[in-house]
């Protein structure tokens, strides 16, 4: 190397340096803006630039201009993977590794744990304003409540999910659908905005209310989208319908091709089969046809909406000049759903116009079958289905335009990932408290060389459904089921079970799987329902 490229590379790795300088020597008006963006119950191939149909450019041109990691992992459902997100830590060591019901273990309390602190509270220690808007669904206790828990501006829904129009029970056991504005619950009427653009509007003039506008901001935006009931604006549902009426099957060779072409997956990894309770579409009355048709174009068009929204926050970063020195993290909290809510009789039914406030609907396992394409099961699930996430980081000048990385990621990587561009130390102690050490670990080293992959293991347990990923090998059994082991450097999308000629293997990752287990508080399910 000569002496003028020797001083170009010197040049622009002290810059990528001076980027991530401890908080120490940074101060609050040189740290960027942090947006986190986290989708709901969409799967692995629900974004144009994972493979797409659906009109997704905001977020498109996020992947085009950043970073997109091909092998990330949430925890599988909702409350696990928020719990996982805001804290940096596995959800059983949060407090959440079920759902927000109190199981009688402090692994399965259903709130985050004392030994938890989250992202916000972290960042409120170098400097940053914290804003959450969307989907919160940590906790019903007050100390796990936003107010409580490190947010300056919350807007928040506190249960897993609400009608996109209003605030009234999607079931009719009891549970309330409750929304909170900065600690005081709130109702939402049918006269109220559509959910997803109420989350955007929120967080928009959050950033405006900000009253220390030279410090950075941290916004967790939490869209509820494209969660159950599948309800979207008329306008929205116009754009998809008719659009899906080649079918399932179609679909995902579809989208099977454009992820190969995008190289997002690799050519040997061979698209599983339908889900084995999905009809064959041909078989389907026209007047079916019509209303699958319709199910799946409510469910994009809550897609597009998002993508919208998100749009409109990032033009307001660039109408604000925050634009350049702003750091865009989208991910989802889990694969497609294969929820059927019309089988379930603790679901309030309502049977109105698809897509609108009078109807409560699914778009049901075959087209979640679809959205996970090309692996198999669902939300709920450790499969790849399950957990496997479209990444997106987007932060001009700091992140290469356009890059893939193959490096395994999971959704304990963002706390130490956000800290470390933020200059801000996870601390021993947090108050009066002792914290949980932190799993997971920074992905900034992929910004700019996205190809320096690191061995990772990372372990799941949901209700039952467990697995554990080293390396290339990956372990996996639903509840009451024996392992199955896969070779997911040739069948990620898990075809090919090679339990029985690999005993050895299974009981080497058994072995690790059992050890973490009891570490982080696994109980095993059958005795906790």
Request: charged share 20%.
């Amino acid at each position: 190397m000569n002496k003028k490229a020797s001083f170009w590379a010197s040049l622009i790795w002290a810059l990528a340096v001076i980027a991530l300088v401890p908080a120490s020597a940074q101060r609050p008006s040189d740290k960027p803006n942090i947006v986190l963006i986290l989708g709901d119950d969409m799967g692995f191939s629900d974004l144009g630039s994972f493979g797409s149909e659906i009109n997704t450019p905001n977020l498109d041109r996020l992947a085009g201009e950043g970073l997109r990691i091909t092998q990330f992992y949430n925890s599988g459902r909702c409350c696990p993977s928020r719990a996982a997100l805001l804290t940096g830590l596995y959800p059983h060591q949060a407090g959440i590794g079920d759902m927000v019901q109190d199981k009688g273990s402090p692994a399965y309390q259903g709130y985050l744990s004392k030994n938890s602190a989250t992202i916000a509270q972290l960042l409120k220690t170098g400097g940053y304003n914290t804003i959450v808007s969307g989907k919160w669904h940590v906790g019903l206790v007050p100390s796990a409540w936003a107010v409580n828990r490190g947010f300056d501006q919350s807007f928040t829904l506190q249960n897993n999910g609400s009608s996109y129009f209003n605030s009234e029970p999607l079931y009719n056991d009891g549970r309330t659908v409750t929304f909170q504005l900065n600690g005081r619950g709130i109702q939402r009427y049918d006269t109220s905005r559509y959910l997803t653009q109420a989350i955007t509007d929120f967080a928009i003039q959050s950033i405006d209310r900000i009253k220390d506008q030279k410090n950075p901001f941290f916004l967790y935006l939490a869209y509820n989208a494209p969660h159950w009931p599948i309800q979207a604006l008329p306008e929205d549902i116009a754009r998809y319908k008719g659009k899906y009426l080649q079918g399932w099957d179609a679909l995902r060779e579809s989208r099977y091709r454009k992820l190969v072409s995008l190289g997002i997956i690799q050519k040997e990894w061979k698209l599983s089969p339908r889900y084995e309770k999905a009809p064959e579409w041909n078989a389907l009355t026209a007047a079916e046809k019509d209303q699958w048709d319709t199910r799946m174009a409510i469910y994009a068009a809550m897609i597009d909406r998002m993508d919208q929204c998100i749009g409109q926050v990032l033009a307001k970063l660039k109408a604000t000049g925050r634009d350049r020195n702003t750091l865009v993290i989208f991910i989802s909290d889990n694969g497609g759903s294969g929820d059927t809510v019309r089988e379930w009789d603790y679901v309030t039914q309502k049977k109105g116009e698809p897509g609108s406030v009078n109807s409560i609907d699914s778009y049901d396992p075959a087209w979640g079958n679809a959205s996970n394409t090309p692996f198999k099961l669902f939300k709920k699930n450790t499969h790849e289905g399950g957990i496997a996430s479209p990444f997106i980081a987007w932060f001009p000048g700091r992140i290469k335009a356009n890059t893939l990385s193959q490096q395994v990621g999971h959704i304990t990587d963002i706390m130490p990932t956000l800290l470390e561009v933020a200059g801000v130390r996870y601390p021993i102690t947090f108050g009066s408290e002792n914290l949980t050490q932190l799993p997971g670990a920074s992905l900034t080293r992929l910004f700019q060389h996205p190809q320096q992959v690191q061995d990772k293991t990372i372990f799941w347990e949901h209700e039952g459904s467990r697995a554990v990923r080293k390396r290339d090998w990956k372990l996996v059994a639903e509840i009451n089921q024996p392992w199955e082991l896969y070779d997911l450097k040739t069948d990620r999308s898990e075809n090919n079970n090679l339990a029985d000629r690999n005993p050895e293997k299974v009981k080497e990752l058994e072995k690790e799987y059992l050890q973490w287990a009891a570490k982080v508080g696994v109980v095993d399910w059958n005795t906790i329902k």
